[in-house]
């Protein structure tokens, strides 16, 4: 059995300057790139939105970013219009080393459910297809890396460790949104998961 690394959305709108900017989000680009050298399969995220998506707040009448609202499938928050398919701020972070990435999967495709997680929509049951092609490759152990260890992180790694990962997450190479105490609740749940905060 082997290992993988995951890096989680390290995208321009969720650096400095980026339309959903995480505090000191590009400042993990150096430490990941130097992460990737010492795996053999690495797969990147990508929040991949189409315009118009419902998590943003735009597609919503009277609502404004950060606001939760109820889906049929439980809670969102409103985000503001980010990840735009095909735009800059989609892009992967120009210094993020990509040369060796096995695979980058898309995610948040589906206009009317969000995904946080790299491996299920948010409505928990729709799979992206990670989880198969880990099998696949016989991966038993995963490390993560990323951005937002709040959001995207957590999911990702709740879902990895649901599925019966060992997950380790490297807490130093990820930065969070801290949405009303958002950071603590998820380093609870991932505590309780079992997951490794490294
Ligand atoms: C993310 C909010 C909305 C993330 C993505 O990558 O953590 N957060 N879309
Ligand atoms: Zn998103």
Redesign the pocket.
């Known amino acids: 059995m082997s290992n993988a690394l995951i890096v ?2 390290v ?1 321009n709108d ?1 650096c400095p300057g980026g339309a ?1 900017a ?1 505090p000191e989000g590009d400042q993990i680009v150096p430490g990941i790139n130097a992460l990737i050298a010492e795996f053999d399969t690495v797969v990147l ?1 990508q ?1 991949w ?1 189409p315009a118009g998506h419902s ?1 943003f707040a735009s597609s919503h009448n009277g609502k404004s970013a950060y606001e939760l609202i109820d889906m049929p499938y439980g809670p969102q ?1 409103l ?1 503001p219009d ?2 735009v398919q095909g735009s800059n701020g989609a892009a992967l972070h120009v210094d993020l080393n990509v040369t060796r990435a096995n695979m980058i999967i898309r995610k ?1 495709m589906n206009p009317e459910i ?3 997680s790299a491996f299920f929509e948010n409505d928990q049951k729709t799979p992206t297809g990670l989880h198969g092609y880990l099998k696949g490759l016989g991966v038993s152990e995963l490390t993560m890396v ?10 990702s790694a709740l879902d990895a460790a649901r599925l019966g990962f060992n997950v380790n997450l490297r807490q130093g190479l990820c930065r969070a ?1 801290d949405l009303d105490g958002s950071l603590a609740t998820a380093e609870k749940a991932m505590d309780d998961a079992g997951i490794s905060r490294i």
């Open positions: 989680i959305d995208q969720f959903l995480v995220t929040d939105h998590s928050v985000w980010h990840c948040g969000d995904s946080y990323g951005l937002a260890t709040d959001f995207c992180v957590q999911f949104i």
